[in-house]
């Protein structure tokens, strides 16, 4: 099973499409928990315990993890998701050229000596051979990135090229030529949901993964409408579950739960539609 069945089966099992993002901002991890000899370890175990049941993968952020203490913290919540049952989908956003890019996919090869994803966030930006080691790997998801939901976004992603199409539906097209392995999907952002539904016209089969809906303001119910393809694709909420208890102290999990919980109810009433 490639990765996109899986997370089918996992969606099904929990009836959710809940990405939870695990982004533990060291500065944001509560103060007991702070003389722990990895902090965001012992942070991530805490929200992966109180929200597996509503996560259909969890979603580390590498840019929290890029430290050796980080790095330590990473694999082993690497390794506690697996053991949940939950898939991991790391944002890392990878590409390059040659040698380095083929390094970078061991972030998704099971048989590295790292820790192992099973889904990752790649850039687009150089080109198909630059993401050819991930598009290879038939059992790893690639999200490619195509429309993000920052401002600044729109200052690459709008240009218009020759054809009349603008540069970020050039990257649709592409990834849907690259999905040769039917392991390729697409990030793309909730905060325009035009954009959203004319991109699931133009890609009909590719999953997306949709960041935007907890602190950006997304639209859930378009995320949801058009993010799902034959009923997979994942709706991200990083900051807005994980810190949801950020005022809570010992208690922080309870909340990160409930925070999971109504998300997944909230997406949930316009899948069921």
């Not at 259909?56 to 590498?62: D, G, I, Q």
């Not at 090229?161 to 097209?173: D, F, H, K, W």
């Amino acid at each position: 099973m490639n990765f996109f069945d899986r997370l089918h089966d996992r969606i099904v099992t929990v009836d959710s499409v809940v990405s939870v993002g695990l982004d533990p901002d060291p500065s944001r991890i509560p103060a007991h928990l702070q003389d722990h000899d990895l902090p965001r370890w012992a942070f991530n175990r805490r929200i992966i315990d109180a929200t597996h049941e509503h996560a259909a993968v969890f979603k580390p952020n590498a840019a929290f993890y890029e430290d050796p203490d980080g790095f330590r913290a990473l694999e082993e919540t690497i390794a506690y998701a697996h053991g949940k049952d939950v898939p991991v989908l790391l944002d890392a956003k990878r590409a390059d050229i040659g040698n380095t890019t083929r390094q970078y996919a061991e972030l998704v090869d099971p048989d590295s000596s790292g820790p192992s994803a099973d889904a990752i966030t790649v850039n687009p930006y150089m080109g198909r051979d630059s993401l050819q080691p991930f598009l290879a790997n038939e059992e790893a998801g690639v999200f490619v990135l195509c429309r993000t939901s920052n401002p600044g976004g729109a200052d690459l992603q709008d240009l218009e090229l020759e054809s009349g199409e603008a540069l970020y539906e050039r990257v649709a097209a592409l990834a849907d030529l690259w999905n040769e392995n039917d392991n390729v999907g697409l990030v793309v952002g909730a905060t325009k949901p035009e954009e959203l539904e004319e991109l699931r016209e133009q890609v009909p089969d590719l999953p997306f993964l949709v960041p935007g809906v907890g602190a950006q303001g997304g639209d859930a119910e378009v995320a949801v409408e058009y993010g799902l393809a034959n009923g997979v694709g994942l709706v991200n909420s990083s900051r807005g579950i994980i810190f949801a208890g950020e005022d809570a102290g010992a208690d922080f999990d309870t909340a990160a739960g409930r925070a999971a919980k109504r998300l997944k109810k909230r997406l949930n009433q316009y899948r069921d539609e």
